[in-house]
């Protein structure tokens, strides 16, 4: 792949030509580890992403080179042979913009600097995850610390588990972002000291050294008393624990010494073996039940047996202490291959697999010991290994046990070889000729020679102490290693408040062409406030009592001792700052390298060129990517001013769309254009609401908890909508696109942000569609049985589903539309016909106007219509339906907005209507014993006016759920063709084919009604039953869950419209509109989210819930993926879907 840098004005050079470089390496890609003498090939770095079998040929007639910002700040792009340095000379010289200095620099292992650096690229990315994993030990967690958490979260483990995941994985956010500009064994010291200077790097440096040198001396005396524990347990011997921790200073040691590669692929064995034995219990105890039974709320907060909001937030403390030790992989930095890439991946990977292993085992453990026994559960001796021998046999506890060791051995040797990489650290800082020494490093092995040494006497020292005071027996190592373990953490969460702080100045400073508002603002201050949170949990509402306290003021005046150092070296003019710089550089003298400080120091390019005047490397492919100001393209050739190729004739500003009606399209056929009016957008978002359905299926529901009060309530409900259909009409002005949402929050809050808002509107839209599917399916077959013979399956009534609606979807929408259109004014004209006779006749008790109010002796009070609004919202989802058509409408950006709120007002006014005239028909003191199962809206056809009337009621119930389905599958298709435009090749870019005839996109129909089928295969087979009993009871679970990604979508919606207009159409911004209605609107969806889970919900909804939680999760971790290595396919995303 190759490509050029453009400018305003082209890149020129002293004598106003372009500038060439002909042969020789421009830059040396090193991700294979091996030397590249080729000097006809130019790799490009492994920080750019863009890669042609490693190689790219410099063109003789014009410049290539990768993007600019790549380079800012970037000194990771020597090769192991030859180095060249671009230096770019300001614009008042007269001389070349680019020139080349060489350096030869051999590289040679055995030649290192004075015998102070370690071995470069010895480590790949399993080691660091290896590395990151074994310092947290998840099975160390599930043996040792699930007591402490149960006793206070009590069934709600698992939950407590999610949580504090979430916290560590906005903390891996900050230490990935660091780890892309910065790689260095000192981690932390040196990331706060690029963040918030040298002062406070110092201190950070300081509590590093504080809390491992505490926490490694814990780990020991954990390995060892475990150890000493099942020795004597499984035999006749008394075991003392010193023992077993003079073995592991020694072991750990010596490999360290070795190596850190055999140490770290040990670890990797270790943790398979011990895995594989917990994944084996844990599956046997919820194979069997356990104790009382699987206990599914244990993944939610509410329970019988959970801790409550107190307890849960007091078990967070435990979890982070679970949890520490995943971001030992940052201090790998300097003996890592590719380390800006691996060391992000590994801190994230280490969260995500510890947090999903331990989420599983702990919930295991639960289930085992039985969620009414959780609370007690300290009573039990070794839990653990008392499970294995109860649901397994004798023999397996031993295996249980030898994982604990396996467990605990792995944490040693995290974190021996984390103090030996930060001690090293400290070494190279050259501000003591004794703390020197410890930079000194083996010859032979290149590994932290006397930091090994001197970190294992110190820990020698330490255990004597213990020993001697204390004890060699494991009666009292247990007390010490909870001390130890409660002082230990508390610097580490310091630190990584300090660090969440950091990150901020650093990227919007140092980094700004880089910088996120999200992810380099918002995110690091929720993590700080997260972990601050955690910090206080430590000191409230459980107060510490001694010896804990006496350890806090131990800890408070080291902390003190360090920023009375702090001042002192900082009294010494240039200290810190060349501590800090000795640190980070690999111990690098100033005097040694000032000769070469031309060509070794970090470029500024602020005073060598204009941004302004040279944009980003545009890849020169076939593919399309997304335009941006000011560029040409290579091979598809687009110029701004001369824009002939492909006949696109506006080029987007930011904050804007490409106006679809300029477009010839990038594809050879895209969607249908002009055939949809505002009728038929108003029949699509009237029909996803499905006036009759919900009418028929959804009144008794809300009646059950507003009582009276439904018309009322159906009136607030519409409201809360009409605050989201403000939103999407400002939006509609400005952006249309068949993506909708995903456009809006795109341009409003971000690429991530955006991909993640398409992620959960399409769980959402999918489950809404499949229980329409079985709204249909069920009221088509009852209504069969009822009137024939027959005991109609829904089975067959699937078949109307998977062939009558793609068709009608594959010939053209308006096709669709016209026919929604029909069969909704024949529906509408027969709930006409028994509301008004309902009205006329009185129903059974008289007329009832207090209906329309919250009051009345049947209304069911303010609790009650908060109930019913969670209803309500459910059967008004789908009003947004007609933002999917704004490729296929004419005029879209005035008759979406339009459509909307006309859908709204239309189905609110009718609602109001008709489930007033249920109230007067069922009669206001019956309100609360009616019978779902009977049909009542058919009952009172039959009782009002006659059998036959009701028959036709039935029919008009079928038809409104034929409508319904209709505009979902619509809906839908419609986004995952969206999605298939994101890729111009493989799998995902077919689902953005259309037929060459009606311009529809078949291959998404067909991809929607495969999947239909197979979630019908599955749940068949899961219900083992194929009649209408089945099918509405997933019909409840699944609208109830997929009603819960929408409500999110609609929430962040509102919050990305502020931002979208205040910054790109400020010309158009009004505070009540633009700001004040957006923020009341994303407060009463939040409201409503709420109340879908309090009052707790019932089984089996709890393992939907987990269900969608889990999908959640996986959209996060992909998101984040996709900023992280695929940056490109998330800015093409909002291009290419807009189209």
């Not at 939610?300 to 307890?311: A, I, L």
């Amino acid at each position: 792949m190759s490509g050029r840098i453009v400018s305003k004005d082209a890149v020129k050079s002293n004598n106003g030509k372009k500038t060439t470089l002909n042969g020789g390496d421009l830059f040396s890609n090193n991700s294979d580890n091996k030397n590249n003498n080729n000097n006809n090939k130019n790799n490009i770095n492994d920080n750019i992403n863009i890669n042609n079998d490693n190689k790219n040929n410099i063109d003789n007639d014009s410049l290539k080179v990768p993007l600019l910002s790549s380079f800012i700040n970037n000194s990771n792009y020597n090769n192991n042979n030859n180095s060249r340095k671009m230096v770019f000379k300001s614009e008042e010289d007269d001389s070349d913009i680019f020139s080349s200095n060489d350096k030869n620099n051999n590289n040679n292992n055995n030649n290192n600097n004075n015998g102070k650096e370690l071995k470069k690229n010895a480590l790949g990315l399993i080691h660091c995850i290896a590395f990151s994993i074994g310092g947290v030990g998840p099975t160390t967690g599930i043996l040792f610390v699930f007591p402490q958490i149960a006793m206070v979260a009590g069934s709600s483990v698992p939950f407590t588990l999610m949580i504090a995941t979430l916290c560590c994985l906005s903390m891996s956010s900050t230490i990935s972002t660091f780890g892309r500009y910065i790689s260095t064994s000192s981690s932390f010291y040196s990331y706060v000291s690029e963040g918030l200077g040298k002062e406070m790097g110092f201190l950070t440096g300081w509590l590093m050294l504080i809390g491992y040198l505490t926490l490694s001396v814990q780990t020991v005396i954990q390995f060892s008393s475990t150890t000493a524990d099942v020795i004597s347990r499984n035999t006749d011997f008394h075991c003392p624990w010193i023992i077993a921790a003079a073995f592991v200073i020694v072991f750990i040691s010596g490999l360290a010494y070795v190596g850190i590669n055999p140490a770290l692929k040990l670890s990797l064995i270790l943790v398979i073996g011990e895995t594989l034995v917990i994944l084996v219990f844990t599956l046997i105890v919820v194979i069997k039940g356990g104790d009382q039974g699987n206990y599914p709320l244990a993944f939610t907060p509410v329970g019988e047996y959970s801790g409550g909001v107190s307890g849960i937030a007091r078990g967070l403390v435990y979890c982070v202490l679970v949890f520490i030790g995943f971001e030992v992989a940052a201090t790998l930095g300097a003996e890592t291959r590719n380390p800006k890439k691996n060391i992000p991946v590994a801190v994230v990977g280490s969260v995500v697999l510890t947090s999903a292993w331990m989420v599983w085992a702990m919930y295991a453990m639960v289930v085992a010991c039985g969620a009414a026994n959780l609370f007690i559960i300290s009573s039990i001796n070794s839990p653990a290994e008392t499970f294995a021998r109860k649901y397994v046999s004798y023999w397996f506890s031993i295996l249980v046990d030898i994982a604990g060791i396996s467990s605990t051995f792995n944490v040693c040797t995290s974190a021996f070889n984390n103090l030996f990489r930060i001690l090293y650290s400290i070494g190279k800082s050259d501000c003591n000729h004794i703390i020197n020494k410890l930079a000194i490093t083996s010859k032979r092995f290149q590994t932290p020679m006397a930091s090994i040494i001197a970190f294992s006497s110190l820990v020698t020292i330490s255990l004597a102490i213990v020993a001697s005071i204390w004890g060699i027996y494991t009666d009292n190592s247990w007390r010490i290693y909870g001390y130890l373990s409660y002082i230990g953490t508390i610097p580490l969460i310091l630190i990584f408040i300090i660090t969440n702080i950091a990150v901020i100045p650093y990227v919007k400073n140092k980094q700004p062409q880089d910088y996120h508002p999200f992810y380099h603002l918002v995110l690091p201050l929720i993590s700080a406030i997260l972990f601050s949170a955690v910090l206080v949990g430590n000191f409230y509402p459980d107060v510490p009592q001694k010896p804990y306290s006496y350890l806090l003021i131990a800890l408070g005046g080291l902390i003190v001792i360090g920023v009375i150092l702090m001042f002192i070296l900082r009294s010494k003019k240039g200290l810190l700052e060349k501590m800090s710089y000795m640190i980070a550089h690999d111990g690098t003298s100033s005097s040694s390298s000032s000769s070469s400080s031309t060509t070794n120091s970090a470029i500024d390019f602020s005073k060598h060129y204009n941004h302004d005047d040279i944009t980003e490397y545009i890849p020169t492919t076939p593919s399309i990517n997304a335009p941006r100001n000011n560029f040409i393209y290579d091979e598809n050739f687009i110029d701004k001013k001369n824009c002939k190729t492909r006949e696109i004739n506006n080029f987007p500003n930011e904050g804007e769309l490409i106006d679809n009606e300029n477009i010839n399209s990038f594809r050879d056929f895209g969607l249908k254009k002009n055939t949809i009016g505002i009728m038929e957008c108003i029949a699509l978002s009237v029909g996803g609401i499905g006036l009759s359905a919900a009418t028929f299926f959804v009144y008794p529901n809300i009646a059950a908890s507003a009582g009276t009060s439904v018309p009322f309530t159906i009136f607030f409900g519409a409201l809360c909508c009409l605050t989201v259909a403000n939103t999407i009409s400002i939006f509609g002005r400005y952006l249309s696109s068949s993506a909708s949402f995903f456009v809006y929050i795109t341009k409003g809050l971000g690429n991530e942000i955006g991909f993640l808002s398409l992620w959960i509107l399409l769980i959402g839209y999918l489950a809404i569609m499949i229980s329409a599917m079985f709204m249909f399916v069920g009221s088509l077959s009852d209504v069969i049985t009822r009137h024939s013979d027959f005991h109609c399956p829904w089975i067959l009534c699937l078949l109307i589903v998977v062939t009558i609606i793609p068709t009608l979807a594959y010939i053209g929408i308006d096709v669709v539309l016209k026919t929604s259109i029909v069969a909704m004014i024949l529906e509408t004209l027969v709930i006409l016909g028994l509301s008004f006779t309902i009205v006329i006749k009185g129903g059974d008790q008289g007329n009832y106007p207090l209906a329309f109010t919250p009051a009345g002796e049947y209304s069911g009070g303010v609790s009650g219509i908060a109930t019913g609004l969670v209803f309500c919202t459910f059967i008004f989802v789908g009003f947004e339906g007609a933002a999917t058509l704004g490729q296929e409408t004419r005029n879209p950006k005035k008759n979406i907005p339009i459509a909307v709120f006309g859908s709204i007002a239309f189905a609110a006014t009718w609602f109001i209507w008709a489930m007033y005239s249920l109230v007067v028909a069922v009669g206001p003191s019956n309100i609360f014993s009616i019978d779902n199962s009977q049909f009542p809206v058919g009952l009172y056809a039959k009782r009002y006016i006659g059998f036959w009337y009701s028959v036709i009621i039935d029919i008009a119930g079928v038809v409104s759920t034929f409508g319904v389905i209709s505009s979902w599958f619509n809906i839908v298709f419609r986004i995952i063709y969206s999605i298939g435009k994101t890729r111009e090749n493989g799998i995902i870019s077919y689902l953005g084919k259309t037929n060459k005839r009606f311009k529809t996109p078949h291959v998404a129909i067909i991809t929607l009604t495969a999947f239909i089928i197979l979630v019908s295969a599955i749940i068949v087979g899961s219900t083992k039953s194929i009649y209408t009993e089945s099918s509405w009871e997933v019909y409840n679970y699944i609208s109830f869950t997929g009603t819960i990604p929408v409500i999110i979508v609609f929430i962040i919606t509102n919050i990305a419209v502020i931002r979208y207009v205040k910054v790109f159409q400020a010309k158009d911004f009004q505070m009540f509109r633009h700001m004040i209605l957006p923020i009341f609107s994303s407060v009463l969806f939040t409201l409503i989210l709420c109340g879908n889970f309090y009052p707790a919900p019932k089984f089996p909804i709890p393992y939907f819930l987990v269900g969608l939680g889990i999908l959640l999760l996986m959209g996060i971790c992909l998101m984040f993926y996709l900023h992280r290595f695929n940056k490109e396919y998330l800015k093409n995303m909002l291009f290419q879907m807009s189209l």
